[in-house]
């Protein structure tokens, strides 16, 4: 079986080729990292290790890579696939989506078998957005067609990877832990499972229960943590004013997921507990940069903030820690960051509730709007004392 995986970075390399490879595929990475590229050729197998004290290694097998400018190897690479994953970020989705459309374009021309494409990102429908992507790439009749043989079913995939900092530019360093759900009622009949994928009838309360305590959690341990001077998650998470007030975002989202979904208010309890530990996990260093990376995308109306901020409101709650959150967001100021500098600029020329505004797409007359402008003045005083 063969998988042509987009992004062969951390989650890449350290998840998603680690379960295909495992599970029989041939995996063929697509990147636009030369060296990734050259070196995946050149030796066709990499190293992964777990960030526990028996650091086990695992090889990876049988793997090659083709670099993501060269569109026609892209795409005969694709026609020729059993499956397609993604991890490149969910705002690259759309430069990969092209590749994507020639593939699928040669492929039906030639062959009517099935082909699945799964956007393994920390977003909500990212299978689905690659797939408008992707749509606009082809004809009104090739889209019927592909309506029938190619699937993008979404999936949510969980697996702590930090940046990595080895001699070897292709060894990987992951945490133990990994989860990967698959929405089973987007699919075609007669696909070969993924080992270690759970597959699921609604995606909905799995995707929206990572994302809004891995990913809710984990930005708000970066985005304290940056403003008190922390290099990484575990120095933020040693801080005890930090872990409480993690602690508190995740009792919040957890009281909304309880309620929204009927889950077990104890297992939702030992869940959050399970995600502190793995944030503290003294195996690895992750970056607060890396995990608050990207804060316009973190702060957009469907993301791990926002979205539950909302929600929560609706059901009657003040959603008073999601808001201290997203004001330490507004004040990730970190230079090296395009969007974090994006994001500062927007905010010295339309003034801070504007752009709060602009960027969450909560109006300025909505309780939440206030409540985050009252954190930023407070996290603003804090830091200055
Ligand atoms: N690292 C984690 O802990 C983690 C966990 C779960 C999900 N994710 C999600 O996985 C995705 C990737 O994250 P990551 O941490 O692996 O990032 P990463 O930066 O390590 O990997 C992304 C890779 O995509 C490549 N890329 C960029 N543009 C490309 C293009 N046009 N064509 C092909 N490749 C391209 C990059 O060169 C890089 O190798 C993100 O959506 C992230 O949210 C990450
Ligand atoms: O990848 P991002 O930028 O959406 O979020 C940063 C981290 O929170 C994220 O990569 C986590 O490590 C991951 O989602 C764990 O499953």
Redesign the pocket.
């Known amino acids: 079986m063969r998988a042509v995986h987009?992004?062969?970075?951390?989650?890449?390399r350290?998840?998603i080729g680690l379960l295909l490879s495992r599970s029989g595929y041939e995996v063929c990475f697509?990147?636009?990292?030369d060296t990734?590229v050259s070196l995946l050729q050149q030796r066709g197998e990499y190293t992964v290790a777990l960030a526990n004290e028996a650091q086990e290694a695992a090889v990876v097998r049988g793997v090659t890579a083709i670099n993501?400018k060269d569109l026609e190897r892209v795409a005969e690479a694709v026609a020729n696939a059993d499956l397609v994953t993604?991890?490149?970020?969910?705002s690259?989705l759309k430069?990969?989506a092209e590749g994507i459309a020639k593939g699928i374009e040669q492929r039906l021309s030639r062959s009517n078998a099935p082909l699945h494409i799964i956007a393994?990102?920390?977003?909500i429908g990212?299978s689905t957005q690659l797939k408008e992507h992707v749509y606009s790439h082809l004809s009104g009749e090739m889209r019927s067609k592909a309506d029938q043989y190619t699937a993008f079913p979404d999936a949510a995939?969980?697996?702590?990877?930090?940046?990595?900092h080895h001699e070897d530019p292709l060894h990987v360093t992951v945490e133990p832990f990994y989860e990967w759900v698959v929405d089973r009622s987007g699919m075609i009949e007669g696909f070969t499972e993924i080992q270690g994928v759970h597959y699921v009838d609604e995606l909905t309360p799995y995707i929206e229960r990572k994302l809004f305590t891995v990913n809710t959690g984990h930005c708000c341990a970066a985005y304290l943590g940056y403003l008190q001077g922390f290099q990484t998650i575990q120095e933020a998470m040693a801080d005890q004013g930090i872990t409480a007030q993690v602690r508190q975002v995740l009792e919040e989202t957890g009281e909304l997921l309880v309620k929204k979904y009927a889950f077990d208010s104890q297992e939702h309890k030992n869940y959050i507990h399970k995600i502190l530990d793995r944030f503290r996990n003294p195996y690895l260093t992750?970056e607060v940069i890396?995990v608050g990376r990207s804060p316009i995308r973190k702060l957009s109306p469907n993301d791990r903030l926002v979205r539950p901020a909302l929600q929560a409101f609706e059901l009657g709650m003040t959603p008073n820690h999601l808001a201290r959150a997203m004001a330490a967001a507004l004040l990730f100021d970190h230079t090296e960051d395009p969007e974090a500098v994006e994001l500062q600029s927007t905010i010295q020329a339309m003034g801070l509730g504007r752009a709060v505004t602009h960027y969450t797409g909560i109006p300025e007359n909505h309780p939440v709007h206030g409540l985050i402008l009252e954190h930023v003045h407070q996290l603003k005083q804090q830091v200055h004392s």
């Open positions: 987009f992004g062969a970075g951390n989650i890449g350290g998840f697509v990147d636009v990292n990734l993501g993604t991890a490149v970020g969910v690259i430069h990969i393994c990102e920390n977003a990212g995939v969980d697996r702590i990877v930090p940046i990595q992750d890396r």
